[in-house]
């Protein structure tokens, strides 16, 4: 949805000031030349509160179940590819750095991955193990989840729907008992992860997350094969959990094809610097 249309929209709440404030672009355009001014209603510590609520008790159930993996080999190896990722976030943006990044690894047979915002990343075992997912492959999934975190889209996404009146109130219920915030986490996080994205919050994502891979020395053709491989994985077969929210088919891979001119010479680059 365009930023005019989504301004035109907004309730007659919203003073033209706060409007006006509301508009900004999160990130810089990096070599990919993303630079879309987003509609930006809702704080950006409001929603990083929220996500955590929601991520703490996402990883709690998980905890209780006894699936949620903090360490170890697989665990190890995510973690490693997360710090190649994040360490080049700040291309796009400067407090990046300062965010409280976290890691978990969920062993359940679940094709998702997720980064809510302020960097909470969560992959299922499920993605990796039916997908045999190899390095490359991983940080392209990773460096796309990275991406939305990035580029606020959770945010923007809520931004819109409570300007529309789609949610209610959620920052008051914040204020009230836990359990009360938990439910306004886990209704935001709807937002926030679960519905679906737009196509060019998804194509924004795919372009940052290529950058990221190919700069942390991924090979950024591994998106490519990912996503044939999710077609494959799903012929069939039904639709995924995370195709639920992500797009795909061969018109996914052709615009993903387009971008590698972009992103190779940074890949190329980073094998350079390794060498020196």
Same mark, same amino acid.
């Given at each position: 949805? *365009?930023? +005019?249309? #989504?301004?035109?929209?907004? &309730?007659?709440? $919203? @003073?033209?000031? !706060?409007?006006?404030?509301?508009?900004?672009?999160?990130?810089?355009?990096?070599?990919?030349?993303?630079?879309?001014? *987003?509609? +930006?209603? #809702?704080?950006?510590?409001? &929603?990083?509160? $929220? @996500?955590?609520? !929601?991520?703490?008790?996402?990883?709690?159930?998980?905890?209780?179940?006894?699936?949620?993996?903090?360490?170890?080999?697989?665990?190890?190896?995510?973690?490693?590819?997360?710090?190649?990722?994040?360490?080049?976030?700040?291309?796009?943006?400067?407090?990046?750095?300062?965010?409280?990044?976290?890691?978990?690894l969920i062993n359940a047979p679940i094709l998702n991955a997720t980064c809510a915002p302020g960097g909470k990343i969560t992959f299922y075992t499920g993605l990796i193990e039916q997908l045999n997912l190899n390095d490359d492959e991983i940080a392209?999934?990773?460096?796309?989840?990275?991406?939305?975190?990035?580029?606020?889209?959770?945010?923007?996404?809520?931004?819109?729907?409570?300007?529309?009146?789609?949610?209610?109130?959620?920052?008051?219920?914040?204020?009230?008992?836990?359990?009360?915030?938990?439910?306004?986490?886990?209704?935001?996080?709807?937002?926030?992860?679960?519905l679906p994205n737009s196509r060019q919050n998804e194509s924004e994502a795919d372009a940052i997350g290529l950058e990221l891979a190919a700069r942390a020395g991924y090979n950024p053709r591994a998106a490519i094969s990912v996503w044939q491989k999710m077609n494959r994985a799903t012929d069939g077969k039904g639709t995924f959990e995370f195709l639920s929210t992500h797009p795909s088919g061969d018109t996914r891979i052709e615009q993903l094809t387009e971008l590698m001119p972009a992103v190779e010479p940074l890949y190329q680059a980073s094998h350079k610097a390794k060498v020196k």
């Open positions: 949805m *365009q930023l +005019l249309v #989504v301004c035109s929209k907004l &309730v007659v709440s $919203l @003073s033209l000031t !706060s409007l006006l404030l509301a508009c900004a672009n999160t990130t810089r355009s990096g070599a990919v030349g993303i630079n879309r001014s *987003q509609f +930006l209603a #809702v704080s950006a510590s409001e &929603v990083d509160r $929220l @996500s955590a609520i !929601s991520y703490n008790d996402q990883n709690q159930k998980a905890k209780e179940k006894n699936i949620l993996i903090t360490s170890g080999p697989a665990y190890d190896r995510l973690k490693a590819i997360s710090n190649r990722l994040i360490a080049q976030t700040a291309i796009f943006r400067d407090d990046t750095q300062q965010w409280n990044w976290q890691l978990v392209a999934i990773m460096g796309h989840e990275i991406a939305h975190a990035l580029r606020e889209h959770g945010r923007e996404r809520l931004s819109q729907a409570m300007a529309q009146s789609a949610v209610a109130n959620i920052a008051m219920a914040v204020a009230g008992p836990y359990g009360s915030a938990v439910s306004a986490a886990n209704q935001a996080a709807q937002y926030v992860l679960v």
